[in-house]
């Protein structure tokens, strides 16, 4: 029997934790395999339905990762010296840290861990394609001359931004992805075109997506999406 249809092994790969851990898990009856608690390293199938209790509190020390939906307004920033901080929208959490920033003015997705791999991996390395997907609307009227421009790359900071897609939503907002994170990017680009970004949102960050939470509102990611976070590289 292969050890990778072992449940210890499934939860390894799935929750990014040590065999220990995994171990600790299941003798500690924290783990459902078809709505039945289970004590031992059994053999799973590819459809079996496996439910984590108590996730909030899988293994000592562990390791979060949270969704914020930062509001207009607020700096980008844990300095508690610093005037409209993020620490009121976050949970108390020892050593977490911003995965990349969004400026005063800008809203939506961001990332926080307590976990320094994640940071290196989505802010480091240089072949990284997560693509990172954003509201705009602009204070003029988009054509077709617009989109073209933005697409294949604008001249900024002394550098081509790399070629992105662009999807227009009406006469004055679009979507854009982008993988690439240059200094106020999408609002340099559109002034080089001569257009002033009047609302900027970042709605999704490779797999992980703002979806409904609410201004203000921070939450722990879910599983999977942890899951897709350590498997990038």
Same mark, same amino acid.
């Given at each position: 029997m292969s050890f990778r249809q072992k449940l210890q092994y499934h939860l390894v +790969? +799935? /929750?990014?934790? $040590? !065999? +220990?851990?995994? $171990? !600790? /898990?299941i003798l500690s009856s924290q783990v459902k395999v078809n709505q039945i608690i289970v004590n031992d390293n059994i053999q799973i199938k590819p459809l079996d339905e496996i439910e984590i209790l108590n996730q909030i509190n899988l293994v000592k020390d562990k390791k979060h990762f949270i969704i914020l939906n930062k509001p207009v307004g607020v700096e980008s920033t844990l300095n508690p010296d610093i005037e409209n901080n993020? %620490?009121?929208? %976050?949970p108390q959490i020892k050593g977490l840290f911003h995965i990349g920033r969004l400026d005063k003015e800008s809203e939506g997705l961001m990332l926080f861990s307590n976990e320094g791999k994640i940071h290196d991996k989505i802010l480091r390395n240089k072949n990284q394609e997560v693509l990172k997907k954003y509201l705009v609307k602009v204070d003029s009227e988009i054509d077709e001359d617009f989109i073209i421009k933005m697409e294949s790359g604008i001249e900024i900071l002394g550098t081509k931004t790399i070629p992105c897609k662009l999807q227009k939503l009406d006469s004055k907002s679009f979507n854009i992805w982008l993988n690439q994170g240059l200094n106020r990017q999408i609002r340099r680009m559109c002034y080089k075109l001569g257009k002033e970004v009047t609302k900027l949102k970042r709605l999704e960050i490779g797999e992980i997506k703002l979806g409904d939470l609410e201004p203000g509102k921070s939450r722990e990611l879910n599983i999977d999406e942890i899951s897709y976070l350590k498997n990038l590289f």
């Open positions: +790969k +799935k /929750l990014g934790i $040590s !065999n +220990k851990d995994a $171990s !600790n /898990l993020l %620490l009121p929208f %976050l």
